[in-house]
């Protein structure tokens, strides 16, 4: 099967959104979503200097350990107060609450998405099992006026805040991102690297299949070269 063209080399950061498809800047982060993936990329950004509001479907009291373990530049809030604080917004809940995503605070932004397919958790949806669309597709679908991009699914948790390395380190991980937005991608290529990771693009959207689960490039540890290899040999129906 023929891979699309892969980016070898990060696009420059930008520093407003406009007409031009400029990657916005950014001080504030919303997650929507405060499980593992969640919490550990909320981690991850106070680190490098971005303020957190972070949101579950129980509600902020829910989150009052986790914030006050993250510190003063974090808080909680409902998923309609984290998409609307949040510069960029990260959704990171299981495939069957994306219905419950709020789509106005979301309008007109980037929004990172997580997720993965495990039909055991989601039931099966026949388009994803016939490799008719994806996760982050779907995601788009019912975000139409967001721009959806691919980010952080394919490692584990722990490894967001850990496997990390400053740019042009020998052996430094890779993760891959992809949208139908290239200023979406140049956001998440800006960010994976002030967090320590190198990127490569697989966009469209329609391509995010190749980094989902069951593909070669899924959790585990790769360069960007060992990573465009994984995501080439990746086969549509795993």
Known sequence: MRCPAISRHPRSPGKQNGAGGVAPSMTTLG???AGHIGSQI???????????????????????????ELGPK?????????GSAGDVVVVTVPLKALQQI??????????????????????????????ETTTSQMLQEHLPTSKVVKAFNHIFSAD??????PAGTTNRRALATSSDFPEAVELVT??????GFDTVDVSPLSESWRVERDRPAYVVRQTADELRANLATANRLP
């Open 31 to 33: 997650i929507i979503g």
């Open 102 to 131: 709020p789509v106005e605070p979301l309008a007109g932004k980037i929004v990172l998405d997580t997720n993965n397919y495990y039909f055991e958790r989601d039931g099966h949806i026949d388009a994803l099992d016939a490799g």
């Open 74 to 82: 974090a808080r909680a809030a409902t998923a309609e107060e984290a």
């Open 160 to 165: 967001i805040t850990t496997d990390t390395a």
């Open 190 to 195: 800006r960010l994976y690297d002030e967090i």
């Open 42 to 68: 909320a981690r991850a950004a106070l680190t490098v200097g971005y303020d957190v509001v972070i949101a579950n479907s129980r509600g902020p009291e829910t989150l009052a350990d986790l914030v006050e």
